[in-house]
């Protein structure tokens, strides 16, 4: 074994109410016992796409001896999960700029007969994108909301009994 990143969790924080684990996309955790638990190391990639939905703070990162993590044998547990899953745990490795990772889950996709799906940032089903909250990039743009405000009035009017004027 080797020292690698991988989360650890907090067991007098963690309350086990289980909100970390649909954002691992490896389906490297479980709650057991209630509490949440790393089930494997070789699904764990230690980007930590967990922490954030952490609402105790329960969940970290840190540097330790750990089975090396295997692409081939988390890709044999995301298919299980169906298109969405897939989807998910493709944009979270290209999110994190994982490509080598990347190309072998494409890799086992393809090998397996199974048909490699849209997971480009935009596509998909996924209704928020796709890929690590905290990675995703945010535009904040004060004009854009005044016009969808000024937008949003001005349909009002239009669709109210009393003409365009209040």
């Not at 999960?81 to 490795?93: F, P």
């Not at 490509?99 to 072998?104: G, N, Q, S, T």
């Not at 996924?126 to 004060?142: E, I, K, Y």
């Amino acid at each position: 074994m080797a020292k690698r990143k991988i989360i650890r969790i907090d067991e007098d924080k963690c309350n086990g109410c289980g909100e970390c684990i649909p954002n691992c996309p490896e389906g490297a955790l479980k709650v057991i016992d209630g509490k949440a638990r790393l089930i494997s190391d070789l699904f764990c990639d230690g980007l930590g796409a967990c922490i954030g939905h952490c609402p105790l703070g329960a969940i970290d990162i840190e540097e330790r001896e750990a089975g090396p993590y295997d692409e081939k044998k988390v890709m044999e547990n995301i298919v299980k999960g169906g298109e969405n899953v897939i989807i998910e745990h493709l944009r979270h490795l290209k999110s994190h700029g994982e490509e080598v990772l990347l190309k072998e889950a494409i890799d086992f996709l393809k090998k397996n007969d199974i048909e490699v799906p849209d997971y480009e940032e935009g596509h998909g089903s996924l209704p928020h994108g796709g890929a690590c909250p905290g990675a995703n990039v945010m535009r904040f743009n004060r004009k854009g909301a005044v016009k969808k405000r000024q937008r949003r009035r001005r349909d009002r009017n239009l669709s109210s009994d009393n003409g365009p004027y209040r």
